[in-house]
């Protein structure tokens, strides 16, 4: 027990567990700016998703025109999206679960400062000390706070499903229009081909009879004349 307590000490008053929780901080910090910097590529990707050269978005291309091309519709575009883009990751880590993880080490990061102020003022340390141990997490804290107010992309991540869902109804749109004209041009074609038919039936007929039974015709149309 006395071992732990020397140790501990020794580790506070050496200023390690202040250096941890600044450690911690900064991947807390970084895992926040990281899925903004997604988000931004992501919403450049889906400003025009036709020509987009982004692999994640292609692949979302491929499905949507995938899915259609054998008549079938999605019925909920915005939870189709949103579930696509749950899938996108980083290093393997969700992004959504990136943003809940860097809250954690936050909180991680002021438990350990706090502890450590703490564990200073109780064992009498300088008043220095423990005024710097005050001081450090609540300055993280707030270095962590504009870090979230500047790279909030709620607003962004917004725009890239409205993006992505514009791109689905849209898709289905153009085949229904496609599969429409295709129709009529088949109708249009089987019209054509049956006047085709008529006509030639016709000539056939005509060609079908005697040299004195077209004679007398072309008389009566004469006649007529």
């Not at 926040?32 to 931004?40: A, E, K, S, Y």
């Not at 200073?120 to 804290?141: H, K, R, T, Y």
């Amino acid at each position: 027990m006395l071992a732990l307590q020397i140790q501990m000490e020794w580790l506070v008053e050496r200023g390690y567990l202040l250096n941890i929780g600044l450690v911690l901080t900064l991947v807390a910090m970084i895992c926040r700016v990281i899925p903004g910097i997604v988000i931004d590529h992501l919403l450049k990707d889906t400003e025009n998703i036709t020509l987009t050269k982004g692999k994640y978005i292609q692949n979302f291309k491929n499905r949507v025109e995938q899915i259609i091309a054998v008549d079938r519709q999605v019925n909920d575009t915005g939870i189709f999206v949103e579930k696509y883009l749950r899938r996108k990751r980083f290093l393997w880590i969700n992004l959504r679960k990136m943003r809940q993880f860097s809250l954690e080490l936050m909180v991680l990061s002021l438990g350990v400062h706090i502890f450590a102020a703490a564990y200073a003022a109780i064992m009498d340390m300088s008043e220095n000390f423990i005024l710097w141990s005050s001081v450090v997490p609540v300055f993280g804290l707030l270095l962590y706070i504009i870090t979230c107010l500047i790279v909030d992309y709620s607003y962004k991540y917004k725009w890239v499903k409205i993006n992505m869902q514009n791109f689905v109804e849209n898709e289905y749109i153009n085949h229904l229009k496609s599969q429409k004209e295709a129709k009529e041009e088949l109708r249009k074609k089987e019209t054509q081909d049956s006047f085709g038919d008529i006509k030639e039936k016709k000539k056939e007929d005509v060609n079908s009879l005697s040299p004195a039974e077209q004679r007398i015709i072309q008389d009566v149309i004469k006649e007529f004349l």
